[in-house]
């Protein structure tokens, strides 16, 4: 049976909106200070679960009820990394030039862990000057978009799983 809607052309105006839509979560998230909650970043992978289950159900909605394996594959990663990019790229401008206290604030947390399984000050020192490397716009944007892509191919494969119906075979 033939594809109604290209897979590739519906990720990516679905990746643009998820793109929208976690920019705003994680701007909210850094103005208010958020970040320090745990269940901040819970909340995002709901945030992501649930516009992957939306985005599934509408292609199969374009596609005659009709969505397989690969094509949710497909549709959830392409989503992801236009989403992941996009937002991880704005995250990193925001750490740049507004307001770099969520990763000041990691770093103390980071710091007082180590401090409290015994390491020494010297150790903690050399762990923080390491960890500083990988603090830069652009590690954070690639390190980000990864995730993202890694994360939106483990729910779309769980959720296609779920949601995937073949279109019969023709002979």
């Known amino acids: 049976m033939e594809e109604k809607v290209s897979t590739s052309k519906f990720a990516l105006q679905q990746g643009l909106i998820l793109a929208l839509i976690v920019t705003i979560y994680t701007l909210v998230i850094q103005l208010t200070g958020l970040y320090q909650q745990a269940w901040g970043n819970y909340l995002s992978y709901l945030i992501y679960l649930g516009f992957i289950i939306y985005i599934f159900k509408k292609f199969k909605d374009l596609n ?6 690969g094509q949710s594959l497909g549709l959830g ?38 401090y409290n399984s015994g390491m020494s000050t010297e150790q903690i020192e050399a762990a923080e000057k390491m960890s500083s490397m990988f603090q830069g716009p652009l590690f954070l944007i690639i390190a980000g978009t990864i995730g993202t892509v890694i994360l939106g191919f483990i729910i779309s494969l769980i959720v296609g799983l779920i949601m995937k119906r073949n279109p019969p075979q023709e002979f």
């Open 64 to 69: 005659n009820g009709f969505m397989t394996l």
């Open 77 to 114: 990663t392409l989503t992801t990394l236009v989403s992941g990019a996009i937002s991880s790229t704005v995250y990193a401008l925001y750490i740049q030039f507004v307001d770099d206290s969520s990763i000041k604030y990691a770093m103390e947390k980071q710091a007082e862990e180590m």
